[in-house]
């Protein structure tokens, strides 16, 4: 086997690094919501994020993330992370606010530190000196370009850019990202609900920055504004309350017609008795489907009461016997041709389809769970569609009979 952790050909790092960036760019886009109405912005365009004002497309604050694996790293007076960034923005800047976000840690009296968030002038001026010293003296010798750039430009330019630049240093690792990001949330959803919004939200933002990513990659402009993500944020919590749950399972692709004619499962043999169409069956299994996976993740997130889905069963199979329970008493079965018999139970299946079945909470609206729920119970063998779905299916029944 590969030893894995000595594999100095590993790009983990890197991806880890470009993952933190795309995770970053929500965190921070969050944190802005209680002050910023109007915000854009973008990924791998002039710089790692950009935020844009109101001409789109002109960045006023350029952001750097620099994200460390296994050392958190320092910010020191001849640290590359911190000259290669200075270089970048001598080029690229132009008059625009500039940040190092990194987990690193910027040591004391350090320039890294003079220039935190709320210095002052004279801060500003400190870290300018430092930062000179250490170009004179080449402190770096793998910096030597970016010293001779910044030495070119003159003292109040230096100045100038300096008094753009802010570091925030010791930055969530992208192991710590989720915590952030249930902080940012904390006033939308009661503490117990956090954990599935950020699944959900951070679901959404990963498609929107690939989305975003390939536009810009095919020089396309595209920019995230901060309404887009308020929105999200909003309809999901809107899910999350008292009397509604999220659904995550609508866009579920139809199973193909060879794995509907391989399935084996009792719900299907139950559709088969009464000859339903393939293609309603093969929707019957995408229903069934997506109810058990969405009731399943309700349950592993706590979302639902202790008896909530026991009871919505309950309902439904009320609601199965309104329908399929005969209207009157039966009399010679024999006389009642096979045919027919299996004729009427689909007539019922079908008007079932008609029916306005219960959701399992008053503003939820799936369509799929009530049907979804009942071909799970019929896959218990606690409901059936054809009159002699229990004969007909003895072997079945003894099956469930055994395991139960």
């Not at 690792?173 to 949330?185: E, F, G, P, S, Y």
């Not at 975003?212 to 899910?239: F, K, P, Y």
């Not at 391989?262 to 093969?282: G, W």
């Not at 909530?308 to 079965?333: C, K, N």
Request: hydrophobic residues 40%.
């Amino acid at each position: 086997m590969t030893n894995v952790t000595a594999n100095r050909f590993s790009a983990a790092g890197s991806a880890l690094g470009y993952l933190a960036q795309v995770e970053y760019g929500l965190l921070l886009m969050l944190r802005r919501m209680d002050t910023d109405v109007s915000l854009a912005m973008s990924m791998e365009t002039v710089d790692d994020i950009g935020f844009d004002g109101s001409d789109v497309g002109t960045p006023r604050e350029l952001w750097q993330t620099k994200h460390h694996v296994g050392r958190r790293g320092s910010l020191g007076d001849a640290s590359p992370d911190v000259w290669k960034t200075i270089h970048n923005w001598i080029e690229t800047s132009d008059g625009a606010e500039c940040v190092i976000f990194s987990t690193a840690t910027s040591p004391a009296d350090s320039a890294a530190s003079l220039l935190a968030p709320g210095r002052n002038a004279d801060a500003v001026r400190q870290a300018q000196e430092k930062l000179e010293a250490v170009a004179k003296a080449c402190g770096n010798e793998a910096s030597k370009d970016y010293y001779e750039e910044f030495l070119k430009l003159t003292v109040k330019a230096r100045y100038e850019l300096l008094s753009r630049v802010t570091v925030i240093d010791q930055a969530a690792a992208a192991v710590d990202i989720t915590a952030q990001l249930m902080l940012a949330v904390r006033k939308t959803v009661p503490k117990n609900r956090r954990t599935p919004l950020v699944e959900r939200l951070r679901g959404w933002w990963h498609g929107r920055a690939m989305t975003h990513l390939t536009l810009v990659a095919d020089q396309h402009s595209d920019t995230i504004e901060i309404e887009e993500i308020e929105e999200q944020l909003h309809h999901i919590a809107q899910a999350l309350r008292d009397d509604n749950l999220p659904l995550d399972f609508g866009d579920m692709e139809m199973p193909s017609v060879g794995e509907v004619a391989e399935d084996d499962r009792v719900f299907v043999a139950q559709l088969k008795l009464i000859m339903l169409h393939n293609e309603r069956i093969r929707m019957a299994v995408l229903d069934h489907n997506r109810a058990f996976l969405q009731r399943s993740r309700w349950q592993r997130e706590k979302l639902l009461a202790v008896t909530e889905l026991a009871d919505y069963d309950r309902r439904l199979v009320e609601e199965w016997r309104r329908l399929f329970i005969p209207a009157e008493e039966p009399g010679d079965t024999e006389a009642v041709d096979v045919e027919e018999r299996r004729r009427a139970a689909l007539g019922l299946f079908i008007a079932l389809g008609d029916r306005p079945l219960p959701e399992i909470r008053r503003e939820l609206r799936s369509g799929y769970i009530p049907i979804g729920s009942m071909h799970i119970l019929a896959d218990r063998l606690t409901i059936g569609w054809h009159p002699d779905w229990v004969t007909l299916l003895r072997e079945r029944v003894a099956e469930a009979r055994e395991t139960a």
